[in-house]
């Protein structure tokens, strides 16, 4: 594996790279996305390889700019037309009735394909220079917590890709929103992510939102286990009383908090050999942007376990509380 920076040169590399089948890691402000060739079906295999993921999980296309969208879809409805029109470039991915053209591996043979056009500077100079549209899971093992820094990713899948380019650490944190818009019917939330719903909501009006926790998985990225650290993870309520909750005073524990607040509250009991905040000032972007390094960081500390506390459902809280949810023993 090969590191590349932000530089001209380097970029031109990694989207000629893409175009000749090999595996680039790019940033993007959600998360790091593994990237390859969507329309080249080897290439896509060898993403689903290195993460070893499943092949009924399909993979988001990126594009770099709306006109792109028509290579990837096969028809793009008004609605799906109005929120790119609205909200892209940024974290929110749309699923749309797939292109014949696009290889079937992409979409784990469904017949929609979910497309993201990134914010990301360097991801859309990447893409551009690819000359392609890019199929990019997180670049994490499958089930583990998504990367926020190149170093994330070197960690973990470093000797799986050809190229990781390093963009410093993602602005958002949290993965993209995932909205169905392919069918006539109403928009379905199939993952809180960067984008708030209640943006969302703005420009489409209701939203589907189907029961996430423990029903049928619609979406892969449903499946209740994933963005999960190897240290045992325990989520509470919002607000529960630190003293209620029951932890083993022989094992060293770390807590996940949101803000100043209930860092005092917990700090306060002293069971916990590290509180960590979120965010002091109770800033909802900042504890997204916060929350995979802080798990990737107590993941590595060796801590027996982690409790974690809720966030209020709000803005990015609802990607938040999901992720903390699937990170969770149930
Ligand atoms: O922010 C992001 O979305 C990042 C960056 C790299 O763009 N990518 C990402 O990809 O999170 P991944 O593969 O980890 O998650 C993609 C999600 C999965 O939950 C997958 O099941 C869902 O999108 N998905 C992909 N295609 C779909 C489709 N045709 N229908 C329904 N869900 C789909
Ligand atoms: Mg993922």
Same mark, same amino acid.
């Given at each position: 594996?090969?590191?590349?920076?932000?530089?001209?040169?380097?970029?031109?590399?990694?989207?000629?790279?893409?175009?000749?089948?090999?595996?680039?890691?790019?940033?993007?402000?959600?998360?790091?996305?593994?990237?390859?060739?969507?329309?080249?079906?080897?290439?896509?295999?060898?993403?689903?390889?290195?993460?070893?993921?499943?092949?009924?999980?399909?993979?988001?296309?990126?594009?770099?700019?709306?006109?792109? $969208?028509?290579?990837? /879809?096969?028809? #793009?409805? @008004?609605?799906?037309? =109005?929120?790119?029109?609205?909200?892209? +470039? %940024?974290? *929110?991915?749309?699923?749309?009735?797939?292109?014949?053209?696009?290889?079937?591996?992409?979409?784990?043979?469904?017949?929609?394909?979910?497309?993201?056009?990134?914010?990301?500077?360097?991801?859309?100079?990447?893409?551009?220079?690819?000359?392609?549209?890019?199929?990019?899971?997180?670049?994490?093992?499958?089930?583990?917590?998504?990367?926020?820094?190149?170093?994330?990713?070197?960690?973990?899948?470093?000797?799986?890709?050809?190229?990781?380019?390093?963009?410093?650490?993602?602005?958002?944190?949290?993965?993209?929103?995932?909205?169905?818009?392919?069918?006539?019917?109403?928009?379905?939330?199939?993952?809180?992510?960067?984008?708030?719903?209640?943006? $969302?909501?703005?420009? /489409?009006?209701? #939203?589907? @939102?189907?029961?996430? =926790?423990?029903?049928?998985?619609?979406? +892969? %990225?449903? *499946?209740?286990?994933?963005?999960?650290?190897?240290?045992?993870?325990?989520?509470?309520?919002?607000?529960?009383?630190?003293?209620?909750?029951?932890?083993?005073?022989?094992?060293?524990?770390?807590?996940?908090?949101?803000?100043?607040?209930?860092?005092?509250?917990?700090?306060?009991?002293?069971?916990?050999?590290?509180?960590?905040?979120?965010?002091?000032?109770?800033?909802?972007?900042?504890?997204?942007?916060?929350?995979?390094?802080?798990?990737?960081?107590?993941?590595?500390?060796?801590?027996?376990?982690?409790?974690?506390?809720?966030?209020?459902?709000?803005?990015?809280?609802?990607?938040?509380?999901?992720?903390?949810?699937?990170?969770?023993?149930?």
């Amino acid at each position: 594996m090969e590191m590349l920076g932000s530089g001209e040169a380097d970029l031109r590399r990694a989207g000629e790279a893409l175009a000749a089948g090999r595996l680039v890691v790019i940033p993007t402000e959600t998360v790091y996305g593994l990237g390859a060739d969507a329309f080249n079906p080897g290439a896509v295999a060898r993403v689903f390889e290195a993460k070893a993921r499943p092949s009924f999980d399909p993979l988001i296309v990126h594009i770099a700019s709306f006109d792109s $969208i028509e290579k990837v /879809a096969r028809t #793009v409805p @008004l609605l799906a037309r =109005r929120l790119a029109e609205a909200l892209w +470039p %940024g974290p *929110l991915t749309l699923v749309l009735p797939k292109c014949p053209e696009l290889p079937d591996i992409v979409s784990s043979g469904l017949d929609t394909v979910a497309i993201r056009f990134p914010s990301h500077p360097l991801a859309r100079k990447i893409i551009e220079y690819s000359g392609t549209a890019i199929a990019a899971p997180s670049a994490n093992p499958f089930g583990y917590i998504s990367p926020t820094t190149a170093a994330h990713v070197a960690r973990s899948l470093g000797d799986k890709v050809d190229f990781i380019v390093d963009g410093g650490p993602c602005a958002v944190g949290v993965e993209s929103t995932v909205l169905d818009v392919s069918g006539e019917g109403l928009p379905t939330l199939l993952r809180p992510g960067g984008m708030p719903l209640e943006r $969302i909501r703005e420009i /489409a009006g209701e #939203v589907l @939102l189907p029961k996430m =926790r423990g029903g049928p998985v619609a979406s +892969p %990225g449903q *499946l209740k286990s994933h963005y999960a650290p190897h240290t045992k993870l325990f989520l509470y309520d919002w607000m529960t009383s630190p003293d209620s909750i029951r932890i083993d005073k022989s094992a060293r524990s770390a807590v996940i908090v949101f803000d100043a607040l209930r860092s005092r509250a917990f700090k306060e009991v002293s069971l916990f050999d590290r509180v960590c905040v979120l965010s002091g000032r109770g800033d909802m972007r900042e504890a997204a942007f916060r929350l995979f390094a802080l798990l990737h960081e107590l993941d590595a500390e060796g801590f027996d376990a982690i409790y974690a506390e809720r966030v209020p459902e709000e803005g990015l809280g609802r990607a938040i509380n999901d992720r903390l949810w699937r990170a969770s023993r149930k």
